[in-house]
């Protein structure tokens, strides 16, 4: 079984930072492209950030220059580190990998999902 376990998500004031991390486990071979992506109430699950096993990144508009996607692939984790929140990046935030496995092939494994939520 492979898994992905998010964990950093909280209650920050408005102009406050967080920490996501996601970690996978499981029969892994390698780990291609991570991402981070959100999905706020009666809204469809928009991306936010993805990195590629080289360290290629790629943002939503939205958060640019105030969100950084990064990776550790020795520990087979990504991260989301995400500053100046707004009140509109409330959300839940699920990572997401492209996983060869030791013995399934190719899996798009995702994780279950963590709460940020931005007020004051």
């Known amino acids: 079984q492979v898994q992905l376990v998010e964990s950093g998500g909280g209650l920050v004031q408005p102009g406050g930072s967080l920490r996501l991390s996601c970690a996978a486990s499981?029969?892994?071979?390698?780990?291609?492209?991570m991402g981070w992506y959100h999905q706020a109430p009666g809204k469809e699950r928009e991306l936010v950030a993805t990195?590629?096993?080289?360290?290629?990144?790629n943002y939503a508009d939205s958060v640019k220059g105030r969100f950084t996607i990064s990776r550790d692939n020795a520990k087979n984790t990504v991260y989301l580190q995400m500053n100046s929140l707004k009140p509109e990046d409330t959300a839940v935030y699920h990572c997401?990998?492209?996983?060869?496995?030791?013995?399934?092939?190719?899996?798009?494994?995702w994780g279950q999902g963590t709460l940020v939520t931005v007020s004051s």
């Open positions: 997401n990998a492209d996983i060869i496995t030791g013995y399934l092939g190719r899996l798009e494994v």
């Open positions: 499981g029969n892994i071979y390698s780990i291609n492209a």
């Open positions: 990195i590629t096993i080289g360290g290629s990144t």
